[in-house]
């Protein structure tokens, strides 16, 4: 195995990759600057954190504008595989801060951009350092993302309330005024995406994987990602899929691009894979099929208690509604309401009220305040919250002090057990 991934290949695809990566990672960051991105990085007083990287909290407001820029310019710089080893260690280092210090903002497609600029980080790619042919270990490396994508995107599918049209009918209901209305509206429209995109996604890169499959594959494809755009927009993403999915094709006018750089003198034997490198990405693999399969490592849906939802490629399985209180509780047993707009966003208010990380992460900062001010107390938070179109249920405990709950990798106990209804799509109910 290890000598067949250090075969020679043209080199033109992995350029078109790195080309193409940092064109749509400027398109995403200046669309972020557009809706409004930085604003949640800078106005609230608490930031969420990954469990993991409680290290790594945002910049103040001057340092945000300069991360985003230094990003861009990064982007700018290795996409022309210039100052390539600096340039591509800052557009990791920056862009992956930037993707770590909130987790309000957590996005499948912000977490494939960090692992996407790591690898052009690692792999020999600037302007002289590129080979006419390069190990295909390289080319595959990346296909293997395209994959992991793609296929544990479509396992996550495979649950009872995307198979019954929900949350699809959900997303369909809200597109008023769009010209697509009348096709989203129809009965059957929701089992139609629904199923379709569970068997794309299961199905797409083993299709184009198969020479003769591949260009009915990839069309697909690109009517696929085209239908997201219509449908949900997603910035960058749909566009970044489908130039990935394109790397199943041999590309030879790529050589006469402007971004098709080689260096003649280079020596491709210098990047094959040794027994140590073997095992290494071979680990590298093993964890990344790993982590979509961690959630049954915990005793709630992970699409109701959020466990091992993140990092595992569950993208749009869940609408939640409904709401939440906190409540302070003083030595002298008085108690009294906590405002958590008083310290967070809009935006990261809704994105907490869904998630028992997060609404512990508040308890504690809370805690810390009174704590600062000489005075402990407890904090309870009473919930009611709907998942996709199940009734409102409790989903945490909430005779538990919160503060008094450690954050950890292992089961939160405090998370109540989700006890699903009968009611799935509006869409099937209706006669």
Known sequence: MRNYLNTPIDSSRLLFFKFFTCLMLIFEIINGIMIGKIH???????????????FITPFPLWGIYLQYGVIIVCALLVLFGKYYRLSSTLLFLSFTHLFLSEMSEYINHAYLYSLMLFWLMVLPLGEKEVTPTHP???????????????????VAKLNSDWLHGTPMDIFLSQRDNHLFEDFYSQKWAPLFFSWGGALFDLLIVFFLIIPKTRIPAFIIAAL??????????????????????????????????????????????????????????????????????????YPHDASWSEEAHQFSWRMMLRTKSGEISFVGE??????????????????????????????????????????DKGEVIKIFCYSQIALNHHAPQALIDSTVDLTQIQRSIYPYSFIKSFVPDESKSRYLASP
């Open 224 to 297: 696929f990602h085209i239908s997201n755009v219509f449908m949900f927009g997603l910035a960058s993403f749909p566009w970044f899929c489908l130039f990935l999915s394109s790397l199943f094709f041999s590309m030879p006018w790529l050589k006469k691009m402007p971004f098709y750089q080689i260096n003649l003198q280079g020596r491709m034997e210098l990047f094959k894979l040794n027994k140590i490198g073997f095992s290494v990405l071979t680990l590298y693999v093993l964890i990344h099929i790993f982590l979509p399969f961690r959630h049954f490592l």
């Open 136 to 154: 295909r270990w390289m080319l595959w490396l990346v296909l293997f993302h395209v994959f992991i994508v793609y296929f544990f995107g479509g």
């Open 40 to 54: 949640e990085y800078s106005a609230p007083q608490m930031h969420f954190s990954y469990l993991l990287t409680t």
């Open 330 to 371: 003083k030595n002298n047993g008085k108690r009294f309401i906590i405002n958590p707009y008083q310290y967070l966003t809009v935006r990261q208010f809704e994105k907490m009220k869904g998630h028992p990380d997060m609404l512990l992460q508040f308890a504690h900062f809370v805690g810390k305040i009174y704590k």
